[in-house]
């Protein structure tokens, strides 16, 4: 595996994000050929890890869209972000915000359109949350951030060199598309990060696509895993810790992790939520 590029990053703050995890996962990824992440999300552990060869996954569409237009249009990119940086303000927040309510409208942006104005609404929403509504449209309010990082072009140059300079396939749909892959096998290593199981009502958050992700999503996806365990597939798995993820893996080994969380309504709660990280393999 080449060095690691210190200026690669993730590009957008995700719900989710896996960064302060980091130190917990980094030492339990075992040695791999190829890497699977079906749920991409921000993206922290892959581009924390840089694997030369990768398929990367998930559902939301614009999010997809954003990396293949990192990918392939750098530079459009971060000229259209500089339009947005210049004009940012709460009116234009919100004009900006809007597009998405306007679906024959909206068809018309270009993928560099559609992609700088997720990026500018990630970086100016308030908690930088990509959050929609059961239509799909975006609805995070306007964040009050007096020099959000809008262009952030180190990242986006650093992230096009490595999708460019390695062999990363970046697809959009349902994560068992991925796990169909006929190349899987030994060899291989998958880490799902799927939308959490909520620990209480209070502060569930499964509103990344319009669709959630529920209990029944929660056993077909053990399924899954159970698929790759027989198939010899390594996989680690990122949950909440909580009754129900703890018996329905009962068979595999968790580890209990601590996150520092900001999203969490309970201000006791806010900073320390336990996590289990689920595997079917001894560490290397
Ligand atoms: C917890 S987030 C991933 C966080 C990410 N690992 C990070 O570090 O930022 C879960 C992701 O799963 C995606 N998702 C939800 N349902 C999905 C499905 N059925 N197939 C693929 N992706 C899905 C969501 O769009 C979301 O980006």
Partial sequence: MAAKD???????KWVGGKRQLLDQIRPLIPKFSTYYEPFIGGGAVLFDIQPSKAIINDSNYELINVYNVIKDKPEKLIEKLYEHKEKNCKEYFYEVRGLDRDKKKYDLLS???RAARIIYLNKTCYNGLFRVN???????PWGKYKNPNITNETTIRALSGYFNSNNIAIKCGDYREVLKDINIGE??????????????????????????????????LKEQCDILNQKGVKFLLSNSSCKFIEDLYKDYIITKVCAKRAINVKADRRG????????????D
């Fill in 6 to 12: 210190p200026l690669i990053s993730p590009i957008l």
């Fill in 111 to 113: 993928d560099v359109e």
């Fill in 134 to 140: 059961s239509l799909g449209e975006f609805n995070s």
């Fill in 187 to 220: 060899g291989s290593f998958v880490y799902l990060d799927p939308p959490y199981m909520p620990i209480s009502t209070s502060s569930s958050f499964t509103g990344y696509t319009a669709n959630g992700f529920g209990e029944e999503d929660q056993i077909a």
């Fill in 272 to 283: 320390e939520i336990d996590e289990v990280l689920v595997r079917n393999y001894e560490l």
